[in-house]
């Protein structure tokens, strides 16, 4: 299942509600499983520097991470795909950027 990157704006004086907005998208995704949309909650990123926050969640789709995102009370600024050297499955073909540098 693909993972996408919420992102979403976060002053650093609000950082401590990272951990609330955490627990309610742990809620969410359990609400959208229950009604048959399949989506994980994985972990947050914060950047105090640039006041933005990342929820990353899996998901099949942009759509489906968005929603589970905004049940969270996640308000998203964009949603994207993706990939985790972690995650070999997700590079779908493409070279991995160090494969690309050793051929160079």
Do not use: N
Request: net charge positive.
């Amino acid at each position: 299942m693909p993972s996408y990157l919420v992102e979403t704006y976060l002053r650093r004086s609000q950082a401590g509600q990272r951990v609330a907005h955490e627990r309610r998208a742990r809620s969410a995704v359990k609400e959208l499983t229950r009604e048959g949309t399949r989506v994980r909650f994985e972990r947050s990123i914060y950047v105090p520097e640039d006041e933005i926050c990342f929820f990353v969640f899996h998901a099949p789709c942009a759509h489906d991470a968005t929603r589970a995102a905004e049940r969270a009370g996640v308000d998203p600024i964009r949603v994207v795909e993706a990939v985790s050297s972690a995650g070999a499955h997700h590079t779908r073909g493409k070279r991995r950027s160090a494969d690309a540098h050793e051929e160079q």
